[in-house]
């Protein structure tokens, strides 16, 4: 796959046509007056299908002048010049006549519903013609489509404002006992992205699309796609949980471009914008209901592992292989025999390459670590017998696997090996992925244990994280205090500490009680202290989730339980050692770009909080003021967050806040 092929079909916009296409006339009117005797005309240029003809003059025996006309013969270029003239031109008359612009001819102009939608019956009438589709029934206007959501909109209300502001027709999964024309579809959502992709001309097909499916890992390998792809140079779009871009514009709002219809405008925006490249992260669980259907990848990227399903339905990363067109490429990781499998399934049935990448080990793109120190990676970027050195500090180096899967998608993008590897290193660090919290000072973070924010979100992403603080941590040199002897003692005595991990793990009321179940295996295993929290939102289950999370634990005095978040990270930062690591995992609000961006922000706010203090108590040799008068011991009406000897040990007691 080429992507200047690729690039040049994205770039049939419609500002584009309407420029290219006055100017190309021009040319060719220029160039065939001054090659070719005689005149030339073209029956209304670029709407006929007849060959260029030439007009010849002659005089009969009679003395009258005679004019006669002769097909010029072309060569093969000149017939490709004019095929694409004559469809630039066609495209630009078509759209000046229908409207002044391109959003007014997407948004105002009349369509037939019938001929936007395949499967689709109709009630009350043969067609519905409208103009647009109404954001709700409440502020419809003439001529506006209303779509009526099963579950979510009261039928009698709807059809009253349907009727009342003159509502061209209602779409909708069941017929209603309306008055009105009605559509009658399968599922509004995916019909709505359909007459979207129509009403756009299809953007996917002029856009190389790429799809990043899979447990973990999906928006940073959006980002390093996106860091690779621009350095072609090409303009790259992207739809990610921290964001989205047409390629001119970023914006992290309030708006999520998810699938479905708002995926449609966001690639129609990209096109206008004249980007050659879209990157969007997908979300499981919107793949298995086919939210994603009505667009076509050229690549998909897995990253993360293939968990399958407990349905005995499709998983996620099967949907999204079929979404794959002709041509398209699978860049799987090759430690995942499930997903390789899938993978080598559906290139069976269709043309679609398949790439496998890892680290240290034989995949068609591999990284070979040389070395992780001081939270920098050195690594061998290796495609067959090319071979690059490159140097990464994202995520304190523990994103091997993502540098990897993005560097694939440059190797299939035909780019060379040492340009790849210098893109990688441009990204160094994103908000919520693994991400080092510091105070900005010092001599504070060296008095303080060390903070890792991760979003978390899935007990595969948990483990991941809870993976790469354990390895980080194993490369911090324990600590020795200050040896006494003991009067009636060897002098042999050892009083080197460990570094210890904290893990904060905030759980949420959309969590199942199997991933809950998980998460109390994850916390009993791999760090040495566990403190399970919760969102503000989600106190009032707090109790019920603990239960579903200490089904998964052999012993559940190992945990303790506070339910404020902020209150939860103070405790364990008040009973950590500065040699020690503390993991905040999840706990962020993740509806939006913005919202996740503002709960990472109060999340790290609280921890540079209890940073400062600690070291202001330092500072005046007492201690924090969360400390003064606690006792862990005391009754719950007082303040439980103290440290108390019990709770330096290993496993504190089970113990339950309320956080107030």
């Given at each position: 796959?080429?992507?200047?092929?690729?690039?040049?079909?994205?770039?049939?916009?419609?500002?584009?046509?309407?420029?290219?296409?006055?100017?190309?006339?021009?040319?060719?009117?220029?160039?065939?007056?001054?090659?070719?005797?005689?005149?030339?005309?073209?029956?209304?240029?670029?709407?006929?299908?007849?060959?260029?003809?030439?007009?010849?003059?002659?005089?009969?025996?009679?003395?009258t002048s005679v004019q006669t006309v002769r097909r010029v013969e072309q060569s093969p270029a000149t017939e490709q010049i004019q095929s694409r003239t004559?469809?630039?031109?066609?495209?630009?008359?078509?759209?000046?006549?229908?409207?002044?612009?391109?959003?007014?001819?997407?948004?105002?102009?009349?369509?037939?519903?019938?001929?936007?939608?395949?499967?689709?019956?109709?009630?009350?009438g043969s067609d519905i013609e409208f103009t647009s589709i109404a954001q709700s029934a409440e502020t419809c206007q003439r001529g506006q489509l209303v779509v009526y959501r099963?579950?979510?909109?009261?039928?009698?209300?709807?059809?009253?404002?349907?009727?009342?502001?003159?509502?061209?027709?209602?779409?909708?999964?069941?017929?209603?006992?309306?008055?009105?024309?009605?559509?009658i579809v399968a599922d509004t959502d995916r019909a709505l992205a359909e007459i979207r992709s129509n009403q756009t001309d299809r953007p996917d097909q002029k856009l190389i699309t790429i799809g990043i499916v899979g447990s973990a890992g999906k928006t940073i390998t959006s980002f390093l796609t996106a860091s690779v792809l621009r350095d072609i140079p090409c303009r790259v779009a992207y739809q990610t949980d921290l964001g989205s871009s047409d390629s001119v514009v970023t914006e992290a709002g309030t708006a999520k471009v998810t699938n479905g219809a708002s995926l449609i405008d966001a690639l129609s925006d990209a096109v206008d914008a004249g980007a050659a490249v879209s990157i969007t992260e997908m979300d499981s669980a919107q793949l298995r209901l086919g939210a994603y259907d009505q667009i076509e990848l050229d690549i998909v990227v897995v990253t993360g592992?293939?968990?399958?399903?407990?349905?005995?339905?499709?998983?996620?990363?099967?949907?999204?292989?079929?979404?794959?067109?002709?041509?398209?490429?699978?860049?799987?990781?090759?430690?995942?025999?499930?997903?390789?499998s899938a993978a080598h399934t559906a290139a069976q049935s269709q043309n679609i390459e398949v790439v496998t990448y890892g680290v240290d080990n034989g995949a068609d793109v591999s990284i070979r670590t040389i070395s992780l120190e001081d939270g920098t990676l050195t690594a061998m970027l290796r495609h067959e017998s090319r071979a690059a050195v490159m140097e990464s500090f994202l995520g304190r180096g523990h994103f091997a696997e993502c540098l990897a899967a993005a560097a694939a998608v440059g190797v299939v993008t035909e780019n060379p090996l040492p340009q790849i590897a210098e893109s990688l290193c441009k990204l160094r660090e994103l908000p919520g992925r693994f991400e080092a919290i510091t105070s900005g000072d010092w001599e504070t973070d060296q008095n303080n244990p060390v903070v890792r924010l991760d979003i978390?979100?899935?007990?595969?992403?948990?483990?991941?994280?809870?993976?790469?603080?354990?390895?980080?941590?194993?490369?911090?040199?324990?600590?020795?205090?200050?040896?006494?002897?003991?009067?009636?003692?060897?002098?042999?005595?050892?009083?080197?500490?460990?570094?210890?991990?904290?893990?904060?793990?905030?759980?949420?009321?959309?969590?199942?009680?199997?991933?809950?179940?998980?998460?109390?295996?994850?916390?009993?295993?791999?760090?040495?202290?566990?403190?399970?929290?919760?969102?503000?939102?989600?106190?009032?289950?707090?109790?019920?989730?603990?239960?579903?999370?200490?089904?998964?634990?052999?012993?559940?005095?190992?945990?303790?339980?506070?339910?404020?978040?902020?209150?939860?990270?103070?405790?364990?930062?008040?009973?950590?050692?500065?040699?020690?690591?503390?993991?905040?995992?999840?706990?962020?609000?993740?509806?939006?770009?913005?919202?996740?961006?503002?709960?990472?922000?109060?999340?790290?706010?609280?921890?540079?909080?209890?940073?400062?203090?600690?070291?202001?108590?330092?500072?005046?040799?007492?201690?924090?003021?969360?400390?003064?008068?606690?006792?862990?011991?005391?009754?719950?009406?007082?303040?439980?967050?103290?440290?108390?000897?019990?709770?330096?040990?290993?496993?504190?007691?089970?113990?339950?806040?309320?956080?107030?």
């Open positions: 796959m080429k992507l200047d092929s690729r690039e040049q079909r994205s770039t049939e916009t419609i500002h584009s046509r309407q420029q290219g296409g006055d100017e190309m006339r021009h040319a060719i009117d220029q160039w065939l007056s001054q090659t070719k005797p005689g005149g030339t005309f073209r029956s209304s240029f670029g709407s006929s299908s007849l060959p260029p003809h030439e007009a010849v003059k002659w005089t009969d025996p009679s003395g004559a469809k630039l031109a066609a495209a630009t008359e078509q759209e000046s006549a229908t409207s002044h612009s391109s959003a007014t001819k997407r948004d105002d102009a009349t369509a037939r519903l019938s001929g936007l939608l395949k499967k689709v019956r109709f009630f009350s099963l579950g979510d909109d009261c039928p009698v209300e709807l059809i009253s404002q349907a009727l009342a502001r003159g509502a061209a027709g209602i779409l909708t999964e069941q017929i209603l006992p309306a008055p009105i024309p009605q559509a592992r293939d968990m399958g399903g407990n349905d005995f339905g499709p998983s996620p990363i099967e949907c999204a292989f079929e979404l794959a067109g002709q041509g398209g490429v699978l860049i799987v990781p090759e430690s995942d025999q499930r997903a390789v978390g979100g899935s007990p595969e992403r948990v483990k991941f994280a809870l993976q790469a603080a354990r390895k980080e941590l194993l490369q911090t040199p324990a600590s020795t205090a200050p040896m006494t002897l003991p009067m009636h003692g060897s002098s042999s005595v050892n009083n080197t500490k460990r570094p210890k991990l904290w893990c904060v793990l905030s759980v949420s009321e959309n969590d199942d009680a199997e991933t809950l179940m998980q998460y109390g295996r994850l916390l009993e295993s791999m760090p040495d202290h566990c403190v399970l929290t919760c969102a503000d939102k989600d106190k009032a289950n707090f109790l019920s989730m603990s239960h579903g999370v200490l089904d998964g634990i052999q012993d559940v005095a190992a945990m303790r339980l506070v339910a404020d978040s902020s209150r939860a990270i103070q405790w364990a930062h008040a009973e950590a050692s500065n040699n020690d690591m503390i993991l905040v995992v999840g706990g962020i609000d993740r509806s939006h770009p913005d919202s996740e961006r503002r709960s990472l922000d109060a999340v790290t706010q609280v921890i540079a909080a209890c940073a400062e203090e600690s070291q202001k108590a330092r500072q005046a040799n007492s201690h924090p003021s969360i400390l003064k008068g606690s006792n862990a011991d005391a009754s719950p009406s007082k303040d439980l967050t103290g440290p108390n000897s019990s709770t330096k040990s290993d496993k504190p007691d089970l113990k339950l806040f309320d956080g107030n």
